[in-house]
């Protein structure tokens, strides 16, 4: 009976850890294009699988923001530069049932 208690506390624990609503882990920039992203458990997530923000994109591969010019009803165009190597980390939380990724930003050290 004891075998058959631990086997039912196992099965309760795999079902409770795959529907936790949300999950972060640290991944590791391995290319930038196509967007790889290695996890900690050595599993590479591919861009079908990684949603971005605006900022993150910025930051992976650049981009151009409008600003209002002071003084004047004119904007202006400013170029970010990307900012991501490969082996930058990433934060990034897992969406339930674990099939998708949202890369929120970069992770300073």
């Known amino acids: 009976m004891d075998k058959f208690a631990q086997t039912i506390k196992q099965l309760a624990q795999g079902v ?17 294009s196509p967007l790889e992203i290695k996890i900690k458990d050595g599993l590479v997530l591919h861009s079908a699988t990684l949603t971005i923000t605006n900022k993150v994109h910025d930051i992976i591969y650049g981009g151009t923001v409008s600003m209002l010019e002071s003084g004047t009803s004119e904007f202006k165009n400013y170029t970010i530069r990307a900012s991501a190597s490969v082996g930058d980390k990433f934060i ?18």
């Open 16 to 32: 409770f850890d795959g529907n936790r609503p949300c999950n972060w882990t640290i991944g590791t920039l391995t290319v930038i």
């Open 92 to 109: 990034l939380f897992r969406q339930q049932g674990g099939q998708s990724y949202l890369i929120v930003d970069k992770l300073i050290e």
